[in-house]
């Protein structure tokens, strides 16, 4: 049995109720280290209390499928680095489903998560968006012939990585959550989102716009639909022991971006 309604704007905040058969058994809570994790970067559960899965649909509107113009200042470069036009399918991936988290960043300190990588090739960020947990590595190395550099002015993390060619990498550890935003000082039309997260409880739909977080602890929960050029959607859920509770998304373009 799942019950869903829409919530008002609640930035990195809901309030996490586990059932009380949860609480009993000492629940895993989302503010907790060294869960085991599953391949798309959700942990599965550790106490005797049988986990739940959240899971559902992606739809994105005409406005995001829109086409996005890329230009080359290096029109010789070697064919397989020329940067390719978006296509309509492009945006899925860009979306990201994930549990709010009520532990702010300076309560738990960050645990040592995975890295992650954004490549520099075909004077793009690859990938465009990348999700990680608070106190992940990212690398950026570079795979083209030319320079490229690596800042970033956001709040959640300000850097500068310097100029450095094909073959180097230079890395950031996150510890705040929040939307980093990604440019090359040499290459204006570079640009990449990092997504850090409280929490290891996210997925990305796949090319049919389906997305399952599976190993999710029993409670209520704040469960937020993301893209950078829509508003967050934001839903309370109930997850029971053991069950699936299903939540589907219509992502639509907003007229101005959250700050980042």
């Not at 559902?56 to 113009?69: D, F």
Request: neutral net charge; hydrophobic residues 40%.
């Amino acid at each position: 049995m799942t019950r869903s309604r829409e919530i008002p704007h609640q930035p990195w905040k809901t309030a996490v109720r586990p059932v009380l058969l949860a609480a009993a058994v000492g629940l895993l809570t989302l503010g907790s280290s060294g869960p085991e994790r599953h391949s798309n970067g959700s942990a599965a559960p550790t106490s005797s209390v049988a986990a739940g899965v959240i899971r559902g649909t992606v739809q994105v509107g005409p406005e995001l499928n829109a086409q996005r113009a890329r230009f080359s200042l290096y029109p010789d470069l070697h064919p397989k680095t020329t940067p390719p036009v978006a296509t309509s399918d492009d945006e899925l991936p860009n979306v990201v489903i994930y549990l709010e988290s009520e532990t702010p960043d300076e309560a738990t300190p960050p645990r040592a998560a995975r890295a992650g990588a954004i490549e520099q090739r075909g004077e793009s960020f690859v990938p465009h968006l990348l999700v990680v947990e608070r106190g992940s590595t990212v690398d950026f190395p570079n795979r083209d012939f030319i320079f490229h550099n690596v800042f970033s002015l956001s709040k959640s993390a300000s850097f500068d990585l310097g100029r450095y060619p094909r073959g180097d990498s230079r890395s950031v550890r996150f510890d705040k959550a929040g939307i980093v935003k990604v440019f090359c000082h040499i290459h204006p039309d570079m640009s990449a989102v990092i997504l850090v997260l409280n929490n290891p409880f996210f997925a990305s739909p796949d090319p049919q716009g389906v997305y399952e977080i599976p190993g999710v602890p029993p409670g209520t929960y704040t469960l937020t639909a993301w893209h950078e050029r829509a508003r967050p959607i934001r839903r309370q859920i109930v997850l029971l022991p053991g069950q699936a509770a299903e939540q589907h998304f219509a992502i639509p373009l907003q007229d101005a971006l959250d700050g980042g």
